[in-house]
């Protein structure tokens, strides 16, 4: 769960947070310093601790002519989730630019898609009017290695007009050479940070201490210019009875300049509040309801207001000034201080603030304070018990990061479950299994109350780990039991048990939708309708929208493209009202959505969700959607007739296909198609070698039929063609659907074509269309070349003239293969003989036909046109017109008597 | 791709723990010296020296406490 306090959002003001912050002074060099360096794009402030970054950045925030939009993000201590980073980043842009408005934030995901959220923080940047300046403050404490480097990806491709500053204690590993060597990088180091005498004094004065000459000159001296050092003196002179003797005491004593001021500033402050600084040092933040809490007393709001006000050294971090945080100089002398001087209230204090955040559902600060009070048997079952909602809440790295923390050696079982998810999370597959095996075991020996979650915890993963493989056979029949509600004695558990029953049934319904057979669907959907409405329910979105992206994948099985089409819409809407129009959670809605509108000829519309599906699946998710990817892309490609590109799609998902084991059905589409890509670029040698690769099962089916059937018009054997596809369309073959035997109906209408028989050649086209009409589906005619059968027939005989009109459209128009395949290499030369016969291609001669003109014998004009079709590289009829067109064969042929 | 943080000895197993000398400007009280446990501290003039066997993690642990708590580091040495 993000909170909004745990990363400072709002821009700074001068004058905020009461008089304190008034003493800022004019640091106008400094100022006018960083002024020019934000006239590249990024700037880098490196200083060390109290060096003065952030006063330096507010003054300048506070300053004339700045440029209106600011969005500052100031780094959560030791930040190690590049998700939380990226989230409160895009949190601070859209705030910047008014994006957030209305909308929902954007909210975490159990698989966070990185790539895509930058490109997202950079769309906002770009899109903001007049420009932006992002401010990131405290960026050292960014330690996960991810978010650094797709900062660095940030950074280096800023749009114009949006320029960084970044704050660190010390150089931060980002790749910014580049930026360097084209002078778009500044950098302001420790020592321009440094207080001059001059300064000193200004400062001095706003505070409203008088110290003399020579006093300002040896305060300077001992702090050298230090920024924390000044505020620190300034702040123990205010008030005080004899300041030019508190100098001199000061620069008399060996003590470190830290020291000595801090331990002075806290010595200052009354009992109670000294008392309340160290036993709230702990926190990363603090409210006045945890102070009361840890002090065993009231009144704490009143002192931390106070504390702020007097600029020492606390803020708040929301403008209901409800949440506080230490400066981290400050918050890290004051835990020495706690730890030297109440050594036995250390664990006494991070058990109360266990508590407290158990209490407010943060169960990651639970945890962190459960480890650190050293109740780590405490901690682990904690996290276990709470893995499933932290996965949910999208906190994977941190999960990570906690297990991390737990001592070597020292193992609790419980955990195996939490380092499972994780695994599993991040795509670890291997170690996922194996965590799950100790999981497994665990689960076996656990006492009774907790048996019975801990196993669906373990089976839940197991699914979706067998899925993450593509190896579901033999998983489904053992996970059946996930259906029955996982109860327990106190609404807690019920709650938790929700959680952990509505990601079962997902990833129940999910696999079983991916097995695609037809006496699974139904199971499929009862069992993701279930999920989706019992994560509405519990308020899981994320789940919700899991449940309703699989479901509209899985509709195709049982319903129509319409209703499939709308399924996807609706579940890709409620996606993007979470922001997560891009995550993987979303993808099997976008690809399937992709998928029908390339299926109804919408190539254009479908080709830009099948990239935004690319987009959302940058992350590892799985072989099976990956397969899914590569074949939508091969279908278009072959859709617009780009055979090229449509043999490596499809190659690309018949080798994804061959590793999967219980997804037999996706794997054998894209055999179909492969091979009949194969044929059409005269490949047929190979697409008869993949043909015969097949057992007597699959070779049977009416798509493998059909191929063959494309393969055999590719040869020039029209006959062989009808044969095979004989048994798809007496309903004898079996076949995934009417789609099926809409390709075959076509593809015995062009063999009838070549046969001569135009008659049959118009029954067969006007089948087809009649299948089609429902759905209107007109991918099948563009893909087996159907352009020249469809002309032919005559429009007073078809009870299908529209559709026929909007396929035609769509064959002539859609088609940009013509400039593409220009690109291609050169057709190898065709022959006299190969020429001759190419002339008669562009008419409606038959193969018999075009013999009788030439008066040479069918087969002889068969295997010309066999070789034709092999060097230009086509598979049909119409196609090679078009290329041979393209490549003015035509008028050559023309002069070739 | 995951990008590594390349490990600061290059890639080579970590080194035996050796003894190292630290040199801090000021003299550490009882509270800054509170953060360096694994540590013998010795006032050398208006300098703080610390001397203790240290593994690298710790090393680095002992840096990043010297610059949460903004110490001015002088010198770090080696010893032996």
């Known amino acids: ?897 | 791709m995951r990008p590594h943080l390349p490990a600061p000895d290059h890639g080579r197993m970590d080194p035996a723990p050796a003894r190292y000398m630290i040199r801090i400007n000021g003299h550490l009280g009882a509270t800054m010296l509170s953060a360096f446990p694994a540590m013998a501290p010795q006032h050398h003039g208006a300098h703080t020296v610390l001397t203790g066997l240290l593994d690298r993690p710790a090393l680095y642990g002992v840096l990043a406490a010297i610059e949460a708590l903004g110490l001015d580091l002088l010198e770090l040495r080696k010893l032996g």
């Not at chain 1, 590249?40 to 700045?66: D, E, H, M, Y």
């Not at chain 1, 030297?340 to 204090?349: E, H």
């Not at chain 1, 909602?389 to 999960?399: I, K, N, R, Y």
């Open chain 1, 1 to 897: 769960m993000l909170s909004a306090v745990e990363d400072e959002q709002r821009r700074p003001q001068p004058g905020e947070g009461g008089a304190g912050t008034s003493r800022l002074i004019d640091r106008g060099d400094l100022v006018a310093a960083l002024d020019r360096a934000a006239a590249g794009k990024v700037t880098v402030i490196s200083a060390s601790a109290g060096s003065g970054k952030t006063s330096l950045l507010r003054a300048w925030a506070g300053g004339p002519g700045q440029p209106g939009r600011l969005a500052v993000l100031r780094v959560q201590r030791d930040q190690q989730d590049a998700q939380q980073f990226w989230l409160a980043l895009l949190g601070v842009v859209r705030q910047a630019t008014g994006a957030d408005s209305g909308a929902e934030p954007p909210a975490a995901t159990p698989d966070f898609n990185a790539p895509a959220m930058a490109g997202r923080v950079l769309a906002e940047l770009a899109e903001a009017p007049g420009g932006v300046t992002l401010v990131i403050d405290d960026l050292h404490e960014l330690t996960s290695p991810d978010a650094l480097a797709q900062l660095t990806g940030l950074l280096t491709s800023l749009p114009p007009r949006v320029h960084v500053i970044l704050a660190t204690r010390h150089d931060v590993r980002l790749g910014l050479h580049q930026l360097r060597l084209a002078g778009e990088l500044a950098e302001i180091r420790a020592a321009d940070l440094r207080f001059s005498e001059r300064e000193t004094r200004e400062l001095l004065d706003a505070s409203g201490i008088t110290l003399s000459a020579a006093g300002v000159a040896l305060l300077y001296q001992r702090t050298e210019g230090w920024a924390a050092g000044l505020r620190l003196a300034a702040m123990s002179l205010a008030g005080h009875p004899d300041p030019e003797r508190f100098v001199a005491e000061f620069s008399g004593s060996d003590r470190t300049v830290a020291e000595y001021l801090l331990a002075e500033m806290l010595d200052r402050q009354p009992p109670e509040v000294q008392d309340l600084l160290l036993r709230t040092c702990l926190l990363d933040r603090v409210n006045s309801e945890l102070a009361d809490l840890l002090t065993g007393r009231p009144g704490s709001e009143r002192i931390l207001l106070s504390l702020e006000d007097a600029n020492a050294f606390v803020e708040s971090l929301d403008p209901e000034r409800t949440w506080f945080r230490y400066h981290h100089l400050f918050a890290d002398f004051l835990r020495l201080e706690l730890r030297r001087t109440l050594p036995g209230q250390v664990p006494v204090l991070h058990r109360r603030a266990a508590e407290w955040f158990i209490r407010q559902g943060q169960v990651a600060d639970a945890v962190r304070h459960t480890q650190a009070a050293g109740d780590w048997a405490d901690a682990a079952r904690l996290l276990a018990g709470q893995s499933f909602s932290l996965m949910l809440d999208g906190q994977a790295q941190t999960m990570q990061a906690l297990v991390r923390a737990f001592p070597p050696g020292a193992d609790h079982p419980e955990l195996a479950v939490v380092r499972a998810t994780v695994d599993l999370a991040q795509g670890r597959l291997d170690e996922a299994a194996a965590h799950l095996a100790v999981a497994e075991a665990h689960a076996g020996t656990a006492p009774p109350d907790r048996r019975r979650r801990l196993q669906v915890a373990v089976a839940s993963l197991q699914l979706s780990l067998a899925r993450r493989r593509g190896d579901l056979a033999g998983v489904i029949e053992q996970a059946r039991f996930l259906d029955s509600p996982v109860t327990g004695p106190s609404g807690e558990d019920i709650a938790l048990g929700s959680d952990l029953r509505a990601v079962a049934l997902m990833n129940l319904g999910t696999a079983e939708a991916w097995t695609l057979g037809l006496s699974d669907a139904p199971d499929a959907e009862r069992h993701l309708r279930e999920g989706a409405g019992l994560a509405r329910q519990i308020g899981r979105p994320y789940l919700e929208v899991g449940c309703l992206a699989q479901l509209g994948f899985a509709s195709l099985v049982l319903h129509s493209f319409a209703t499939t089409r709308r399924r996807c819409r609706e579940a890709i809407a409620l996606a993007e009202r979470h922001g997560w129009g891009t995550e993987p959670v979303i993808a099997p809605a976008l690809i399937m959505l992709a998928a029908t509108l390339i299926w109804t000829g919408e190539f254009d519309k479908g080709e830009r969700w099948l990239q935004r599906t690319r987009q959302a699946l940058q992350t590892d998710t799985g072989p099976d959607i990956t397969l899914l990817l590569h074949q939508t892309a091969g279908i278009l490609h072959a859709g617009r007739g780009r055979h090229h590109e449509a043999l490596e799609e499809l190659s690309a998902a018949e080798y994804l296909g061959s590793q999967l084991e219980g997804s037999r059905a996706l794997a054998s589409r894209a055999t179909r198609w492969l091979i009949a890509t194969q044929a059409r670029l005269g490949l047929t040698g190979e697409a008869r070698a993949a043909l015969a690769a097949l057992d007597d099962q699959r070779a049977g089916s009416g798509e493998i039929r059909n191929a063959r059937a494309v393969i055999c018009l590719a040869e020039g054997d029209p006959a062989a063609a009808l044969a095979a596809v004989a048994g798809v369309l007496d309903g004898t073959a079996p076949v995934q659907g009417d789609v099926t035997v809409m390709e075959a109906q076509l593809l015995a209408g062009l063999a009838h074509r070549e046969l001569g028989d135009q008659r049959a050649a118009s029954q067969a086209a006007e089948r087809a269309l009649a299948l089609a009409e429902s759905d209107r589906l007109i991918l099948p005619f563009a893909m087996t070349g159907s352009a020249g059968l469809l002309e032919a027939l005559p429009r007073h005989q078809t009870a299908h003239a529209a559709l026929l009109a909007d396929i035609l459209d769509v064959l002539h128009g859609a088609s940009p293969a013509a400039r593409q395949e220009f690109s291609l290499p050169p057709a190898e030369e065709l022959s006299p003989g190969e020429l001759r016969v190419l002339r008669y291609l562009p008419t409606n001669l038959s193969r018999p036909e075009i013999a009788g003109q030439l008066s040479v014998s069918p087969n002889t004009v068969s295997a010309h046109i066999r070789s034709i079709y092999a060097k230009l590289q086509v598979g049909d009829r119409s196609s090679a017109v078009r290329r041979a067109r393209e490549l003015r064969l035509l008028a050559a042929a023309g002069r070739t008597r």
